[in-house]
């Protein structure tokens, strides 16, 4: 009877939990506080008892709470020819905790795990498709992976949305006597339980608060807790590697990714040695080569080798004059090292936001590679998959951040070019002639360099209609736009761009009587101001600066007068310098002069508030107006 007892309370307490678990009701008010969903368990566990074998058990319980959250949950299990999936199911719950319906894998789709823009690729996915019909709702899903690549370890990284709480997460990591297991934590907040032990590693959180994005500040991956784990001696596709360093790391790349890959046919190599022969410099001739490579590939995703890490061989692209950014790199250095022209291929995470190189912990990293030609005391960058980018020209991509560069001698921690704000240029000059019907007719050159440069150099190639609608986005304070003219002169060597536009506008200006309200500022006018945030967490981050210098002549129709001209504006914060003037210059005509600058860099959260002011004033005064008085 005590046996009977006590078997039917544990089944009572299991059923409670799982009623708990899947009851949406039951969620804690901290946890729904800004969360479109809540994890309200996870449960990873892997084992690799060798380091030729991993295996993955994960359980995900997910409750969804509106349908913002449903991006929070990706029902995939990825696997290739070096891994399988042992199982995989999922089942949905209502609001009330009742099951409505299950997925076995005989129902998952089995596809490709990449775009379509990959030519071809042996990496494939389970995924099933669920169309929520109300909210809330709540996921379960269990898999189970095993694989013989034991390059890439499971993170922990338990949060790993903005508007997503978490109530329970736990991480178990187990592993064999002849496996070396190296960890990073990052845990600022000091959220994460850990306990390490001889063989296995536990982790765990409990709950973690729903994150907002805040504008102006780092990307997610630097608010988040998180642990990053490696096998020092790891197998990629059967091939064996060492990531005890990066020196290590780099000749394990050297030799096994790219040392049979960089063969070209003897005809190239003579075409490349004929081109170059008449080049005076290094820099000359990586630039012949770069142009060459340009006009005569494109890029195309291919996934295959060792874990998608292998290029494809040089002699391939130089038949079929495509590769993605792995085969493109290497078939550029190829073509460079038969220009004698050293060079590196160079592993990096490519993104607007800048994400090094984790320099303190080796392992398999990066999204992108670039080339590194070392030149004096300077190293070029390259960009081989672009069609377009200028030479040794990388910003807003892969500037400003560590990367590894591979040599025959190793791996080498190195810094792309960074683009300093006084280089960020945008100049405007310009005429601005107001008829007496309130209409304008403008006339407008604008120069930009650096990151400036780098967001406008492909409008040349756009279609009229793709120009036109930019340009009124641009300006988009100004109403009834008809672009009469738009002229490029793209100087690829210098890095500017020059655009020369004319316009007209109807109704620019508004009417007070007979007289008329002019806004000064024409061609560049900032109207953004940052959100308001009522508790800053994060400190404020500008990860790139700029100048803008304008300069536009105003002339107003006859028989209109300013009886008083604004005055000069000076601002200067550590943030960044704001100045504007109207002078007269002649009668019925005014240059309207403006500077703005913004420098890169990153401030406590307490300066946020400040730099919302700065920017705040540089709206007010950019929308600055003047009254024309009918004489």
Known sequence: MKFILSLLFGVATTVGFSQSLYKASNIPDHLKENANSVIRLESVSIEIPNPKKIVVNSKEVITILNKNGNR??????????????????????????????????????????????????????????????????????????????????????????YH?????????????????????????????????????????????????????????????????????????????????DWVEFGKWMNAKLLQDVQELP?????????????????????????????????????QVGIGGWKPMPASEVDKLGYGDCKALTNYTKS???????????????????????STDFTSMQGNHIILAVPNEDETIWLECTSQTSPFGFIANFTDDRDVLMVTPEGGKIAHTKSYPYEGNSLKTTGTCVLDEEGDILVNVAMESKGTQYSHRYDLESKTKDEKDEYYKEYWDYIDNITLKSVDFNNDKKAVELKETLQFQARSYTSSAGENLIFPVNVLNRSTYIPKRYKERKSPLYIPRGFVDEDEVLIDIPPGFGVTSLPEPIYVETKFGVYASELQEKSEGKYLYKRKFEIYEGEFPKEEYENYRKFRKKVARHDNQKIILTKL
């Open 72 to 161: 929070h949950f990706s029902p995939v299990v990825h696997y290739n020819n070096a891994s399988k999936i042992k199982s995989v199911e999922a089942r949905i719950f209502d609001a009330d905790g009742e099951e409505i319906e299950k997925f076995k894998k005989k129902d998952f789709y089995d596809v490709s795990a990449v775009s379509g823009v990959t030519l071809y690729s042996d990496d494939r996915m389970l995924v099933f498709d669920y169309t929520p019909t109300e909210y809330p709702y709540t996921i379960q899903f269990e898999y189970e992976t095993e694989s013989s690549n034991t390059a890439f370890v499971n993170r922990f990284i338990p949060l790993n949305d």
């Open 266 to 302: 003897a005809a190239t190599k003579s075409k490349i040695k004929d081109m170059v022969a008449g080049a005076t410099s290094l820099e000359e001739k990586a630039r012949i080569v770069y142009e060459y490579v340009q006009k005569n590939t494109r890029y195309i995703s291919v």
């Open 335 to 357: 073509l460079l090292d038969a220009a004698d022209v050293p060079s590196y291929y160079t592993v990096v995470y490519g993104d607007r936001d800048k994400r090094s190189i």
């Open 164 to 244: 997503s709480s978490v109530a329970k997460s736990n991480f178990s990591l187990t592993y064999g006597p002849n496996v070396s297991i190296k960890f990073k934590k990052v845990d600022r907040e000091d959220v994460i339980a850990m306990s390490e032990q001889p063989g296995n590693i536990s982790l765990s959180v409990e709950n973690l608060k729903a994150i907002e994005p805040e504008r102006h500040s780092h990307g997610l991956k630097r608010r988040i807790p998180g642990v990053t784990f490696a096998v020092e001696n790891f197998y990629l596709q059967g091939v064996p590697g060492n990531g005890k």
